[in-house]
């Protein structure tokens, strides 16, 4: 990847878009064909485990990106649409709480230039100081109680969120 990208960065940046198109839309086949996976286990698709797949989905999804803002065209709009949708399809199918959380933050790139007409709000001071704020409310002050309807509904986890506040209590 790196002489790729030193070398020939546009033709590496088209073939890997390319690439990461053709096995996001298999394991979408593998995913109508098998909604539950192909163990009895663990939910394995084509790609990988159930909760794995949302940083695959984005890397493709930027790819494309990236390729697009060199040589847009509308069949190349129209993959990267659709390469949005089926992995926004997918990562809801699985339902893991992190590829949802992932995949809103990859939906957040898309949005912020639409909004970002207040340079004032949308900085990296202000998104810093929102994470900071929402790590100490869910580790320090168990934030996590007063929103269990989205955990529970949207999110699909526990209070714990899968046990992750249990260990960083325990790390404190």
Same mark, same amino acid.
Do not use: H
């Given at each position: 990847? &790196? #002489?790729? @990208?030193?070398?020939?960065?546009?033709?590496?940046?088209?073939?890997?878009?390319?690439?990461?198109?053709? @096995?996001?839309?298999?394991?979408?086949?593998?995913?109508?064909?098998?909604?539950?996976?192909?163990?009895?286990?663990? &939910?394995?698709?084509?790609?990988?485990?159930?909760?794995?797949? %949302?940083?695959?989905?984005?890397?493709?999804?930027?790819?494309?990106?990236?390729?697009?803002?060199?040589?847009?065209?509308? @069949?190349?709009?129209?993959?990267?649409? @659709?390469?949005?949708?089926?992995?926004?399809?997918?990562?809801?199918?699985? %339902?893991?709480?992190?590829?949802?959380?992932?995949?809103?933050?990859?939906?957040?790139?898309?949005?912020?230039?639409?909004?970002?007409?207040? &340079?004032?709000?949308?900085?990296?001071?202000?998104?810093?100081?929102?994470?900071?704020?929402?790590?100490? #409310?869910?580790?320090?002050?168990?934030?996590?109680?007063?929103?269990?309807?989205?955990?529970?509904?949207?999110?699909?986890?526990?209070?714990?969120?899968?046990?992750?506040?249990?260990?960083?209590?325990?790390?404190?």
């Amino acid at each position: 990847i &790196e #002489l790729c @990208l030193y070398k020939r960065t546009r033709l590496f940046i088209d073939a890997f878009s390319t690439v990461m198109s053709l @096995l996001i839309i298999f394991n979408f086949i593998s995913i109508i064909i098998n909604p539950n996976g192909y163990t009895p286990y663990k &939910e394995i698709y084509f790609l990988r485990y159930a909760n794995q797949l %949302g940083p695959i989905y984005i890397i493709g999804v930027i790819m494309i990106e990236l390729r697009n803002m060199n040589y847009s065209n509308l @069949l190349r709009k129209l993959q990267l649409i @659709l390469i949005v949708s089926i992995s926004t399809f997918m990562i809801i199918q699985v %339902g893991s709480g992190s590829n949802i959380i992932a995949w809103i933050t990859m939906f957040l790139y898309y949005l912020i230039p639409y909004i970002r007409k207040n &340079e004032k709000i949308f900085n990296i001071k202000t998104l810093l100081t929102v994470y900071v704020v929402f790590f100490i #409310l869910i580790v320090f002050f168990d934030i996590q109680y007063l929103i269990s309807d989205f955990i529970f509904v949207f999110l699909g986890k526990d209070l714990t969120l899968s046990g992750r506040t249990n260990i960083w209590n325990t790390a404190l």
